[in-house]
């Protein structure tokens, strides 16, 4: 009885772990810094909303924490990306500051 519990919570975690929002493509359309409430983070909308798994109602932007590994360069390519008007994609990784989805990756598409 003990296996089928385990066995029925892990088909039931597995949807819920693996969850991320979906990969959003085109330009650039908002990027900002400095909210007060969330220092050191960036802010990066692409196209209108999509789902997280970090809110209940559609989401606008992904963030990016700068005292994470990797995020600075990633603000470098939005920038980039941004002034130049170049599409880029952008996933989610699934982990969550409050209601704002974690950035996972950028990339910059020629």
């Known amino acids: 009885m003990k296996f089928r519990f385990i066995g029925a919570l892990a088909i039931w975690l597995i949807p819920v772990i693996g969850y991320t929002s979906p990969t959003l493509k085109g330009t650039i359309n908002e990027l900002w810094v400095a909210d007060n409430n969330h220092p050191n983070t960036i802010f990066i909308r692409v196209g209108d909303t999509f789902t997280s798994p ?41 982990n969550c500051r409050g209601s704002l989805e974690k950035l996972q990756y950028i990339n910059v598409i020629k």
Do not use: H, Q, W
């Open 54 to 94: 970090c809110s209940t109602s559609p989401s606008r932007y992904l963030i990016m924490d700068l005292d994470e590994p990797g995020m600075k360069e990633a603000y470098s390519m939005a920038m980039a990306a941004f002034f130049s008007n170049m599409e880029v994609s952008i996933g989610g990784k699934g």
